[in-house]
């Protein structure tokens, strides 16, 4: 039998305290693990798109989580041209998968 553990995912501290467990907290960083992805995503300055074609139009849909918060921000399901520039203009580099 093995122990419950949970490992961070930003120190990669391995616990095994059960309130960490539960809580899915790292007593390290002192911040919990969700926290610790969403800072990773953002900061993650890498957007992924694929190119579809469909009726007669080149679609750009969203790959990456980066990619999905945009379309929600624009509430849209593909990205238009001129959301793609202003991605870029905030610093993030489009990639076309
Ligand atoms: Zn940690």
Known sequence: MT??????PKCLR????INDVKHQ?????????????AEFIMNNKTIQVTKKK???KMLT??????AHIFA???RATTLSPRNLKL????GYKVEVK
């Open 72 to 74: 929600r921000m624009v």
């Open 3 to 8: 122990e419950p553990s949970i490992t961070c």
């Open 25 to 37: 907290y790292c007593g390290a960083c002192h911040e919990f693990h969700d926290v610790i992805r």
């Open 14 to 17: 391995t616990s095994y305290n």
């Open 54 to 56: 469909a009726m007669g």
């Open 87 to 90: 991605i870029e203009e905030l």
């Open 61 to 66: 849909y969203p790959e990456c989580a980066n």
